[in-house]
């Protein structure tokens, strides 16, 4: 049973996990286009990243848990969480995966790193 802290401490986890994933909150450029590299444009595609994955998150409440509960794994265990959640619901995957796109595009195209270090393995469980 978890405790009314231990939900505060996984809400603030996951918070910085999908903060931390979706830092850089860009408006999501179009597949074809190139992301806009300055750092107004990077800013601007954390920005938009992030609140996409808050509100897909708040509307997907069991992939909100997942992500909770991964927060207070250590990371071995957190990565065969998500990756159990994603083989058992793959349409979510894919979704929130796409919504995670345009940040590997801007550190893949524009060679910034827009994860902090801390969070890379969390956002290479999602994008690979």
Not at 85 to 91: E, K, V
């Amino acid at each position: 049973m978890t405790t009314g802290k231990n939900r505060r401490i996984a809400r603030a986890c996951n918070g910085s996990i999908v903060g931390g994933i979706a830092l850089a909150g860009l408006a999501a450029p179009t597949a074809s286009a190139e992301p806009d590299c300055s750092p107004a444009g990077v800013d601007s595609t954390v920005a938009s990243v992030t609140q996409q994955a808050k509100a897909y998150l708040n509307s997907h409440t069991s992939a909100n848990r997942v992500l909770m509960a991964a927060a207070l794994q250590p990371q071995d265990q957190a990565a065969q969480t998500i990756q159990g959640y994603a083989n058992s619901n793959p349409q979510e995957y894919a979704d929130f995966r796409s919504i995670l796109a345009p940040l590997s595009s801007l550190q893949n195209q524009c060679g910034v790193n827009v994860v902090p270090a801390e969070y890379q393995w969390a956002f290479s469980q999602f994008i690979g």
